[in-house]
């Protein structure tokens, strides 16, 4: 069973949406018990950077997802917020992030032509390989919405790059662990291939 | 290379699917659900559903039918329409839509935008605004479906939901709304250049060329569209479509 975490931080349905018409069996849960049994799970997140950190660091729930990462090994996935909350912080916040990953979230420069946020469909490239970007099209594209990218401080930890103004890191992984910036729940067919690769690792 | 968003935007009725011209002279179109089917099944990059009369008639969001195309439409998906306070906003977050749009309610509750953008992220949240140009060349926006004026110039009302803390601007010309006859480019581009927020420009699109006229300004994100992708040409019948995407300006970045 995957579990969904909820903590408060937007947009459950559409992930749990998407599983279900995958067949993928998962749930939404904000209670430290179940998350504790959980075979994988998925941090979602949309908001600010510490309100994130702050909510998971109440009752308990960051020791308990530090166990599930780190020494139970179990497949993680983190979507938008929650990619950027496996990192060691980001500019937006002053609480550290989780610090499973070596990076950091930095906020894009401004621009009059790239607006930020950077809201749309873009084109990420797996830059290594690995079961969650296996099968991906050629011309898949995929649905953003940031205004901080993540930028990891060793490039093993990179898994797809996209360009927004800046190169970025749309994608990273180490082991276990995996971070999307983009909305997989949210980016038709080519986002349903990479939440069917998270299913099947 | 980012790619301008192209985004259907659908005119719900309460449980029907319609098309207006200049706001007005409903055309139906069809079940939601099915012809959301169709634009799912072309891939669009985005639906946006305006319930053009729920604020005036005082309607909540028909939560049901948006989850009948939150469960099977797996992009972005935005919703307004008689959205009055910020509890409203979360059902339909709740069902998986991640943006709403308000317009009358904007106006009419000042701190709604700020309500909605600090608990949900200015993200979630696309002011619509319609304007006017009258006879005189003279701009002004217009709430309740286009039937009132609150003599705001849009260019100043537009800088006023940025500032609010609004994430979009889908940018609505009444005039030109349901005609074929191409954007109005000259004001869309005064708000493009004016705000550092998105802008969907929106009515009046009636081929690929004028796409592409407006996307030629840079700094425009996205085009909405209405007649173009429900009729099959101007005074025929219903067809649900998509412009050939590869035939669309893309952004170099």
């Known amino acids: 069973m995957i579990v969904i975490i909820d903590y408060g931080m937007g947009n459950l349905g559409s992930i749990l949406n998407m599983c279900k018409f995958l067949n993928i069996e998962a749930c939404i849960s904000d209670d430290v018990e179940s998350i504790k049994n959980a075979k994988k799970i998925i941090l979602p997140g949309v908001g600010s950077f510490d309100t994130a950190m702050e909510r998971i660091k109440k009752n308990g729930m960051q020791e308990v997802l530090n166990i599930k990462a780190l020494e139970e090994k179990i497949p993680f996935l983190g979507i938008c917020l929650g990619m950027q909350l496996l990192t060691n912080g980001s500019q937006e916040g002053s609480l550290p992030g989780l610090g499973w990953i070596d990076a950091e979230a930095i906020k894009f420069p401004e621009s009059r032509v790239l607006k930020v946020p950077h809201i749309g469909w873009n084109e990420a490239k797996s830059v290594k390989s690995d079961l969650m970007v296996k099968g991906l099209l050629d011309n898949s594209r995929f649905y953003f919405v940031h205004s901080y990218f993540v930028k990891t401080n060793n490039n093993d930890n990179s898994l797809m790059k996209t360009k927004y103004g800046v190169t970025f890191d749309s994608a990273i992984s180490k082991a276990n662990i995996y971070g999307f910036q983009f909305h997989p729940e949210k980016s038709h067919k080519y986002g349903m291939k990479i939440l069917k690769n998270f299913s099947e690792i | ?253």
């Open chain 2, 1 to 253: 290379m980012h790619i301008n968003r192209l985004i259907p935007i659908l005119l719900l009725n309460n449980e029907s699917l319609v098309k207006t011209a200049r706001f007005n002279n409903f055309s139906y179109i069809g079940d939601p659900c099915n012809t959301v089917r169709i634009f799912n099944e072309l891939e669009v990059d985005e639906l946006l559903f305006l319930d053009i009369n729920s604020s005036r008639e005082g309607r909540a969001p028909n939560l049901s039918i948006l989850s009948d195309i939150a469960n099977e439409c797996f992009m972005p998906l935005g919703y307004g329409g008689g959205i009055k306070d910020s509890e409203e906003a979360k059902k339909i977050f709740d069902i998986g839509f991640e943006k709403v749009s308000i317009n009358t309610n904007a106006f009419l509750k000042p701190h709604l935008i700020t309500d909605i953008a600090k608990i949900f992220g200015s993200q979630s949240l696309v002011v619509s605004i319609d304007y006017k140009k009258n006879l005189f060349g003279k701009y002004s926006v217009y709430i309740k479906s286009g039937r009132k004026n609150i003599k705001l110039h849009p260019l100043d009302w537009a800088k006023e939901v940025e500032n609010r803390g609004a994430g979009e601007i889908l940018l609505t010309s009444i005039n030109k709304e349901g005609t074929w006859s191409g954007l109005d480019l000259e004001l869309i581009d005064q708000v493009v250049d004016a705000v550092n927020i998105p802008v969907i420009a929106h009515g009046g699109v009636g081929s690929v060329d004028h796409i592409n006229n407006a996307l030629s300004n840079q700094s425009l994100s996205a085009v909405g569209l209405g007649s173009l992708v429900v009729f099959q040409k101007k005074d025929m019948g219903v067809l649900v479509n998509f412009p050939d995407r590869s035939k669309i300006i893309k952004k170099l970045v």
